[in-house]
């Protein structure tokens, strides 16, 4: 009896005892001798800071990429005149990094519009994943073409730009023909090589033997050309009748390692600049009251309660300040354009956890750094 008696008067003191840690807590947070409010403010700037120098050097690798991308650089083309088997090279579309593949030949004959009668096109025929390829070149992402598309002429920028026509306007042929302008494909003059800048283009079936096979990837897988090469139907045995594979814009360079660029970002090492940074933060916050801290430890105050007290006041403004700080990347992953949103959102997460984790570890390691039998210390040097 007398030992069940000792047992519920030890479990009654520790709820007697964590009921005042926390209602001390609570004083100390509602009366500002925690400086919650002005902890919560600063840690809120580390956070933000720390997320948005991520997001910026995130976006800025991604306009790299965007930018190589659009350019052409990751497109590539297989060249063997009358040698591309079309079907083969439109299976290419379903290898790992590759967006859209398809095969495009010139044909025999040029186009004449009744709006310039004097001035023919080259016209090309291409296969529905060529059409696509060429419809999505200037652009990171690939899209599937409507049935409208698929049915109609192809025009490049220039060559509409000089008609006069539009997407989805009907145009007269010379021979009073009519012809439905399915889409424009914007192909600019910055470096790139091909017969499709200045041209009509004819969507045909996946059927037959072409001229040129065009593959869109990102990220570019390594083995690019021998891949490529398997659009190829038979090779001639002289050696000097071979295929070629080539960048459609060599302009920015070979390969770009967008690897590298993540790993060599500034930011690499935010999340340990941020959880130092709020460290200092929590330390100072606790620190500044050791004097009040070594009172109560002389008073008769548990140490480990002080800690207790302590950690319940930090996580009211280490929670806070999270919670306000979420919208950010909430509203960078419905606003952020291009691929991996929830990628980006994690990578902005991480400092600013480490940020909450580190000024909970500086609150902690201040109040344990707090001595009684430095009381008198802390009072001569008092501010």
Sequence with gaps: MSAARNAHGSKHQTEMRLRGVAGEAVRDILSGTTHALLCTVALMAIMVAAAGAELFQLRSIGDRIDDYVSSGASTYVVEYPGRIDARS?????????????????TADSRISFAV???TSLPLLEATPGAVQVLAS??????????????????????AAETLGLTSG????????????????????????SSNAAYAVVQPVPRDGVFDECLVKTWPVPDSIESLALLSVGTVSDDKDDRPTVRQLNTRLGARLDSSALFASRATAWMPLVAGGAALALGFA?????????ASALHCGVPKPALVLQIMMETVSWTFAATMLCLPLPLAVMHLWEGTAPQQIVDLMMRPMLAAALGGLAGATVAVLCVRERNLFAYFKRRI
């Design 169 to 192: 306007q009907t145009a007269r042929l010379t021979d009073d023909t009519p012809a439905t302008i399915a889409g424009v494909y914007p192909f600019p003059e910055d470096g790139r």
């Design 116 to 118: 310039l009668p004097s």
């Design 285 to 293: 916050a606790v620190w500044i009251r050791r004097l009040e801290l």
């Design 89 to 105: 090279c439109e299976s290419l579309a379903d290898a790992p990094g590759v967006h859209a593949a398809g095969a495009i030949r």
């Design 137 to 158: 070149v200037n652009g990171r992402s690939t899209r599937a073409l409507t049935k409208s598309e698929s049915n109609g002429i192809w025009l490049s920028g220039q």
